[in-house]
Nanobody, 115 residues
Framework: QVQLVESGGGLVQAGGSLRLSCAAS????????MGWSRQAPGKQREFVAR???????DYVDSVKGRFTISRDNAENTVFLQMNSLKPEDTDVYYC?????????WGQGTQVTVSS
């Protein structure tokens, strides 16, 4: 089985930065897409960013210009550099990946932005 493990969450003041990491391990032959979503209690999960194997990226409008997604294909790892954080960015952030055509999700890492 494939496992995704997120790290890098924490508490930061508004305007600060955090860098999230997600490493995929297990039986992996091809990682097509890796990305991030976020969800607050009682709210619908929201797409944040994704990166394709060739390097193309997509972002939700609310984070464009502030967040940057990148990946290390050799290590099956995806990163999310979050700058200029706002209180509304407070959520549990989940790593997700499409690996050999099969979707996987991590357990999440908490990001809290204080005002």
């Amino acid at each position: 089985q494939v496992q995704l493990v997120e790290s890098g969450g924490g508490l930061v003041q508004a305007g600060g930065s955090l860098r999230l990491s997600c490493a995929a391990s297990g039986s992996i032959s091809s990682t097509n897409v890796m990305g991030w979503s976020r969800q607050a209690p009682g709210k619908q999960r929201e797409f944040v960013a994704r990166i394709y194997q060739g390097g193309r990226t997509d972002y939700v409008d609310s984070v464009k210009g502030r967040f940057t997604i990148s990946r290390d294909n050799a290590e099956n790892t995806v990163f999310l550099q979050m700058n200029s954080l706002k209180p509304e960015d407070t959520d549990v952030y989940y790593c997700d990946a499409l690996i050999s055509g099969v979707p996987y999700w991590g357990q999440g890492t908490q990001v809290t932005v204080s005002s």
